[in-house]
């Protein structure tokens, strides 16, 4: 197997504002992997508050032994070696596991969807996310999001009531809230959570800080809507960490090191009664493809990333009615011009 990668800008719409950063664009890397005469492509987003970047993606592509990775591929096996080389690192280990996921399906000549046992008809609704932002650039936004039934706004700020105050003057859509840990006292974040929910949200993900288990599990003992983690949820073995203090969680493939892991983490949580949303980060169709083939496995997506960058080398998936439709072609399905022209 050949591995080959080029670094991607990825560019935002509009600055990017959640509770504790603001940024314009994303550094990427795009990789691709070859195997007699199929090829496998893969992305690493490196948002700068997880802590990779393109030299250290760099630096663990340079670490990895390709003729390990036969087909049929082990996955479990494959997810082992990888951590064994490094922990940490989950944006580049999750690009490996899309590109060995996309050949997978071409050696199969299947979709990743059906691989994975999801049911095309169970599609969820995906959310638009409205970042923080002036009035006037927030009506802008929502004008945007016509093509969705869902909009995602971010608090945890101190405007929270303004924000949703002025979304609520211009759309009536269900609202996914994120705090991103932006609340820090309890009886205030319990007070704004009913009214939230009086003021149309169906969730609300990471209201405390992750390291604040029991605030957040006092909140899921008294809220009216489900209460989910994001940060405090990353991979498979947190899960057992967080049991008990929240309804469900935020799944995000550059978070779990991949779909094989991220399937783990789907399987276990329902074993846990937990409810699923399947999350992004600022991502090109090829890292959202391979969240499009597991969104029907959970109960709610936000899976937007192309609609808020610029700079999508790729086709977007096709969206109808505010869901995406799953295509039947294999693996990940990823399409575009020339992917040659953009992989290396
Ligand atoms: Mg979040």
Same mark, same amino acid.
């Given at each position: ?225 489900? &209460? =989910? *983690?994001?940060? /405090?949820?990353?991979? #498979?073995? !947190?899960?057992?960490?967080?049991? @008990?203090?929240?309804?469900?969680? %935020? ?36 890292? &959202? =493809? *391979?969240?499009? /083939?597991?969104?029907? #496995?959970? !109960?709610?997506?936000?899976?937007? @990333?192309?609609?808020?960058?610029? %700079? ?33």
């Amino acid at each position: 197997m050949q591995a080959s990668y080029i670094s991607y800008n990825l560019e935002l719409k509009h600055p990017f504002a959640i509770a504790k950063f603001s940024r314009t664009s994303t550094p990427l890397l795009l990789l691709k992997l070859s195997c007699d005469g199929l090829e496998g492509f893969g992305e690493a987003s490196m948002v700068p508050y997880m802590g990779e970047s393109y030299a250290s993606a760099v630096a663990f592509l340079s670490r990895v032994d390709w003729n390990r990775f036969t087909s049929p591929f082990n996955f479990p096996e494959i997810v082992g070696y990888l951590d064994s080389l490094e922990a940490g690192n989950p944006a580049i280990k999750a690009a490996i596991d899309f590109a060995l996921n996309d050949l997978n399906g071409k050696i199969l000549n299947k979709p990743c969807f059906e691989i994975y046992g999801a049911d095309p008809a169970k599609m969820p609704l995906t959310s638009y996310t409205i970042g923080i932002d002036t009035p006037e650039i927030i009506k802008e936004k929502v004008a945007d999001a016509k093509h969705f039934k869902v909009l995602k706004i971010k608090l945890g700020r101190d405007n929270d009531k303004e924000l949703i105050s002025t979304i609520r003057s211009v759309s009536n859509l269900p609202l996914y809230i994120d705090a991103n840990q932006g609340w820090t006292d309890r009886k205030q974040a319990i007070e704004t959570i009913y009214w939230l929910h009086d003021q149309g949200a169906v969730l609300i993900e990471q209201p405390m800080d992750k390291n604040d288990k029991e605030g957040n599990a006092w909140l899921t003992g008294r809220s009216p809507i489900p &209460i =989910l *983690a994001d940060e /405090a949820c990353q991979r #498979l073995a !947190d899960l057992d960490k967080i049991h @008990g203090a929240y309804h469900g969680i %935020n799944i995000k493939l550059m978070k779990s090191g991949g779909m094989y892991e991220a399937h783990q983490m789907i399987l276990k949580a329902r074993s846990m009664g937990m409810k699923i949303l399947i999350g992004c980060m600022s991502e090109t169709s090829c890292a &959202i =493809l *391979a969240g499009i /083939a597991l969104a029907p #496995l959970c !109960d709610w997506a936000d899976l937007d @990333g192309p609609w808020l960058t610029s %700079n999508n080398p790729f086709a977007a998936p096709e969206l109808k009615e505010g869901r995406y439709v799953l295509k039947n072609l294999p693996g990940l399905g990823l399409e575009g011009s020339d992917l040659n022209l953009i992989y290396p």
